[in-house]
Nanobody, 125 residues
Framework: QVQLVESGGGLVQAGDSLSLSCAAS????????VAWFRQAPGKEREFVAG????????PYADSVKGRFTISRDNAKNTMYLQMNSLQPEDTAVYYC??????????????????WGQGTQVTVSS
């Protein structure tokens, strides 16, 4: 079992920055694949960012490339999402997700059995 807890959401204005955190417990970060997703009202949950274990560039959703940065601290079992130049269309509940084993990040939500409770990010225009 993996437990995930997100934090750092809030209400900001367009152009502002926010940093989200996802703390994992139950398994070492070195043994799991983790990723960020988001879900806006009335929309499907979508992949935001993950880690490329087999090499190559870090996978990001096209809509956040150049603005969001994913990182991790294995010693703290924590993953981060630095979000810059936020826009109203970034408004969503942001989730971290995990699956056992080390793989390149999967973009499909159904590949991840473990989810945090989500943290709301609201960007006003």
């Amino acid at each position: 079992q993996v437990q995930l807890v997100e934090s750092g959401g809030g209400l900001v204005q367009a152009g502002d920055s926010l940093s989200l955190s996802c703390a994992a417990s139950g398994r070492s970060f070195r043994d799991i694949t983790v990723a960020w997703f988001r879900q806006a009202p009335g929309k499907e949950r979508e992949f935001v960012a993950g880690f490329p274990w087999s090499g190559g560039s870090t996978p990001y959703a096209d809509s956040v490339k150049g603005r969001f940065t994913i990182s991790r601290d294995n010693a703290k079992n924590t993953m981060y999402l630095q979000m810059n130049s936020l826009q109203p269309e970034d408004t969503a509940v942001y989730y971290c997700a995990a699956r056992l084993g080390i793989n390149d990040a999967y973009r499909a939500p159904d590949r991840y059995p473990y989810w945090g409770q989500g943290t709301q990010v609201t960007v006003s225009s």
